[in-house]
Structure formats: structure tokens, C-alpha cells
């Protein structure tokens, strides 16, 4: 079940919702913060893990939502 991270343009409120693949598709859920539904999905940093370098690298990064 991936989770999908989405921003709040009316009060700024980032927030995560988990998605699982029987619920309907939801475009742009309800802000828990203020309920609006003036929302949209950001695109998320991925982390990387390689056993052989025994790291953890940040492939993408933002600092601003992404429509």
C-alpha cells in the first residue's frame, strides 16, 4: 500500500495518506487540517539503500510542492 503525500493550498498543511489499492481513486483528498479540498499530491524524496556501500542516499529532493 504506498502513501502518497499531499499539500493544502488554502492553509499549507502537508500531510500523508495511505492508499490502498481496493479504495477508490481519490485525486485530491480533504486537508485534516482546515477539510479543504483545494489539495494536491507532492512528489516525495526517495531514500536509496545499497548493502554494498552500507548508506543511505537521498536520490530527489524539494523544497516546494510539485503539481
Not at 37 to 64: D, L
Amino acid at each position: 500500500m504506498p502513501i502518497y503525500e499531499y499539500h493544502c493550498d488554502d492553509c499549507g498543511h502537508d500531510f500523508e495518506k495511505l492508499v490502498r489499492f481496493s479504495d477508490p481513486v481519490i485525486n485530491s483528498p480533504d486537508c485534516p487540517g482546515c477539510h479543504s479540498e483545494n489539495t494536491h499530491k507532492r512528489i516525495s524524496a526517495v531514500a536509496v539503500f545499497s548493502a554494498s556501500q552500507n548508506q543511505s542516499v537521498s536520490s530527489c529532493s524539494s523544497s516546494g510542492p510539485f503539481r
